[in-house]
């Protein structure tokens, strides 16, 4: 049995149940899908790939590329860990996204074969899923290193240790 709250009393104010939270640019649902959040994202980045297929002609592909690259990836990649372990579904959605990406930048047409070897070889982009391995993996190696470097996750007091780590990816020169 499911006991849900109405609302929450707090002093005079009145905090109202939603259906979809936004929590640092993530939407997550009620159920804790990752849906909404997808569909915000895919819709995003649609209409700024409808903004740069009007100005395509006009630009050369290095800067079609740059361009799509600077909007796409951006909004791809922003707090991309959470759809680890995601449903196909879900993470296809983002792929249908990069795959259009591709089109503009190549000027092919949406039934050209060869959209994954475009992908891999010429514009050298990961899929989705890849994506989202390559960032926990970096970000588990970073805390790694930090963990090795300072013994534990630095608090406030020894932060100013990790200077070095960032600047250098790697340990203080010896002196």
Same mark, same amino acid.
């Given at each position: 049995?499911?006991?849900?709250?109405?609302?929450?009393?707090?002093?005079?104010?009145?905090?109202?149940?939603?259906?979809? +939270?936004? !929590? !640092?640019?993530?939407?997550?649902?009620?159920?804790?899908? !990752?849906? /909404?959040?997808?569909?915000?994202? #895919?819709?995003?980045?649609?209409?700024?790939?409808?903004?740069?297929?009007?100005? /395509?002609?006009? =630009?050369? #592909?290095?800067?079609?590329?740059?361009?799509?690259?600077?909007?796409?990836?951006?909004?791809?990649?922003?707090?991309?860990?959470?759809?680890? &372990?995601?449903?196909?579904?879900?993470?296809?959605?983002?792929?249908?996204?990069?795959?259009?990406?591709?089109?503009?930048?190549?000027?092919?047409?949406?039934?050209?074969?060869? =959209?994954?070897?475009?992908?891999?070889? &010429?514009?050298?982009?990961?899929?989705?899923?890849?994506?989202?391995?390559?960032?926990?993996?970096?970000?588990?190696?970073?805390? +790694?290193?930090?963990?090795?470097?300072?013994?534990?996750?630095?608090?406030?007091?020894?932060? #100013?240790?990790?200077?070095?780590?960032?600047?250098?990816?790697?340990?203080?020169?010896?002196?």
């Amino acid at each position: 049995m499911y006991w849900y709250l109405s609302h929450l009393q707090l002093g005079s104010d009145v905090v109202e149940p939603t259906d979809h +939270a936004r !929590l !640092l640019g993530v939407t997550l649902s009620a159920d804790l899908t !990752l849906d /909404r959040h997808v569909s915000n994202t #895919s819709a995003c980045c649609f209409y700024w790939l409808r903004q740069l297929r009007r100005v /395509r002609r006009s =630009l050369d #592909s290095k800067s079609a590329a740059t361009l799509v690259h600077a909007f796409m990836s951006s909004c791809i990649d922003y707090c991309n860990v959470v759809l680890a &372990e995601s449903p196909k579904a879900i993470t296809d959605k983002l792929q249908q996204v990069l795959n259009a990406a591709a089109h503009v930048v190549t000027e092919t047409w949406k039934y050209n074969r060869g =959209l994954t070897d475009i992908l891999r070889n &010429e514009l050298y982009w990961l899929s989705v899923l890849q994506r989202v391995k390559f960032k926990l993996g970096t970000m588990m190696f970073f805390v +790694a290193c930090v963990t090795q470097f300072c013994g534990t996750w630095p608090t406030s007091a020894r932060r #100013s240790q990790m200077l070095p780590l960032v600047v250098n990816f790697g340990p203080p020169d010896v002196i």
